[in-house]
């Protein structure tokens, strides 16, 4: 009976993974079909090169050596392409204030070396002290660089509240996405590291639905058409201009 429900779960993961296949390919044309690479060029390379790894993965599931190794690599390459693309959004959200601009860079990397200290004290404190557990370690440095991701996220939308920038749809689709996969990858790899492999189906079934619907966001928020603000929506440009003048002066003292 155990092993009837297993083979099920795993046909729905196969399932979940064909569909996150389709919904990739839609993505990578409908930001080359309207020209969205030009805009979003970090975001572009990561759709992109998720494609190339899960169709790489997918040919690869009969090898399990080499798929692991393909995995670890693509794995490696998400996690540095998802936070240039959250860097990508700041520097989209402040385009048209220089000193917000400079202020938002200096915050983001600090932010960004405060989570990598917590992401590192993580590491210390579960790494198991057993050579061979090398699963359990890679999730563990992966749980915690999940945690420097989510941080910042965290960090992205706080900041845009606090000074009531506007969002632009697409930006917003981007960042939203991003950050509901980052939330259960991060939630799923703390639970496999506390219990072990045996929730590990279950992890990847929340893992392929959070990216299926990650994807099924891109897509929508990349199709809308971005519509013009109404003045109620948009933060006052006197005050926009205030806090940009403010930062300017003191970073020419």
């Given at each position: 009976?155990?092993?009837?429900?297993?083979?099920?779960s795993m046909s729905l993961v196969k399932g979940l993974w064909q569909i996150a296949i389709i919904l990739k390919v839609v993505l990578v044309a409908v930001l080359i079909a309207r020209r969205m690479w030009r805009r979003f060029p970090v975001f572009t390379a990561y759709a992109?090169?998720?494609?190339?790894?899960?169709?790489?993965?997918?040919?690869?599931?009969?090898t399990p050596q080499t798929y692991i190794y393909v995995f670890w690599c693509g794995e490696v390459a998400a996690v540095v392409l998802s936070f240039s693309v959250v860097y990508e959004i700041f520097r989209d959200l402040l385009g048209s204030c220089p000193a917000l601009n400079r202020v938002a860079s200096f915050l983001f990397w600090g932010f960004l070396a405060t989570f990598v200290v917590l992401?590192?004290?993580?590491?210390?404190?579960?790494f198991p002290h057993v050579p061979s557990q090398v699963t359990a370690s890679l999730l563990i440095v992966e749980e915690a660089v999940r945690l420097v991701e989510v941080g910042l996220l965290v960090f992205l939308f706080l900041f845009a509240s606090a000074f009531g920038l506007h969002w632009r749809k697409s930006l917003f689709g981007i960042a939203v996405g991003l950050a509901l996969y980052a939330?259960?990858?991060?939630?799923?790899?703390?639970m496999v590291a506390q219990f072990g492999l045996v929730i590990g189906l279950a992890f990847n079934m929340a893992r392929m639905l959070s990216?299926?619907?990650?994807l099924l966001l891109w897509i929508?928020?990349?199709?809308?058409?971005?519509?013009?603000?109404?003045?109620?929506?948009?933060p006052?440009?006197?005050q926009l201009e205030q806090w940009n003048q403010a930062v300017m002066e003191l970073i020419n003292q």
């Open positions: 009976m155990l092993r009837g429900e297993a083979m099920v992109s090169t998720s494609l190339a790894v899960s169709l790489l993965l997918f040919t690869l599931r009969g992401g590192c004290l993580v590491i210390y404190v579960k939330v259960v990858e991060l939630t799923g790899e703390a990216i299926n619907c990650s929508g928020y990349m199709l809308v058409p971005e519509r013009v603000a109404s003045v109620a929506e948009l006052k440009p006197a």
